[in-house]
DNA sequence: AAAATGTATGTTATAACATATCAATCCCTA
DNA sequence: TAGGGATTGATATGTTATAACATACATTTT
């Protein structure tokens, strides 16, 4: 839960059908349906540990005839975000699959400014010094957005 | 410089004025340009400590004359935050004034979700875990958006 | 003072991200 | 199998941000 996966992960194809079959199991426990767009986002979105725009996800849906207007990337991409199954990058304005789906956490991400690759790892921030000041001055958290962006280890000798 | 001021700021025209006066003496030291448009955004933004559109920022600048066109307010809010004067608000596409101008700081956001009150604290989020993950892997931290979401002290009775 | 330079600003257009609205359809369940 | 809630389709629009190019203006150089 602590490490982050992006750069190291090895097993892709394990790792995308664990997390997809995570994500199916969550969604009949807990009676939400797992219709063909949001699979398929989902399955989009996993297919590297990267960030990608709403358009992107959209032009992609399009080329499968599974919808060509932006409407329908939002409405998959919220409903995975909301589900469990998804983050949204605030500093990209993009989403990435979230790699412990269903899980209630806190997640906070390496991102590569050069590849958009996304490592997620967990964070205590609420916890911390943050947590603190909030409580101090009466502040209720209810979200926390912990990004860390820079270059990741593919990207700093070619580039940098 | 770890307590959130935006919640608790009772003399803010001192608080305004003090900001201010910072920020042209940065700019005397540093040969930069505080130019009227830059000046007028900067003082924009302290109006309030709360975090503003790039668009509600150049509706002001245009009632004055200043510019009506998007690039106007932000290439002055770009100045503004590359200069240490301002950040953005990632959670919210906005923008704020800075409470520490000039120093070099990772700041942490409590952002009220129901009047967009802004508290700037300070993080320490690179010496910490995701710190440690990010040494672990290799990845190299340029930049850190920590924003906390959520109600403020007077929007906890009234809208929750 | 004139020319050269560099920074800032003005202007137009468009890219990129996101949502409102309303009608049509699906699917669960009673 | 009819009703009701969720989902999808389709159109339009709102919002945020930048590209590209032209001009103004201050500073330095000659």
Not at 109 to 136: K, M
């Amino acid at each position: 839960m602590t490490d982050p996966i992006g750069f190291q992960c090895t097993n892709h194809n394990e790792c995308k059908s664990t997390l997809l079959a995570e994500a199916k199991a969550h969604c009949a426990e807990q009676g939400l349906r797992m219709t063909p767009v949001r699979l398929r986002t989902l399955e989009i979105l996993l297919a590297e540990h990267r960030a990608l725009g709403a358009y992107d996800v959209l032009a992609r849906l399009s080329e499968e005839g599974l919808g060509s207007q932006p409407p329908v990337a939002y409405r998959a991409l919220d409903f995975l975000v909301k589900a469990g199954f998804a983050h949204k990058i605030e500093a990209l304005n993009a989403y990435t699959a979230c790699v412990h789906p269903g899980a209630a956490h806190s997640p906070a991400f390496l991102i590569c400014r050069n590849c958009q690759t996304v490592a997620e790892a967990g964070t205590q921030i609420a916890q911390g010094r943050l947590g603190d000041a909030a409580r101090a001055t009466g502040f209720i958290i209810e979200h926390t957005v912990v990004e860390a962006t820079g270059l990741c280890p593919d990207c700093i000798g070619p580039t940098a």
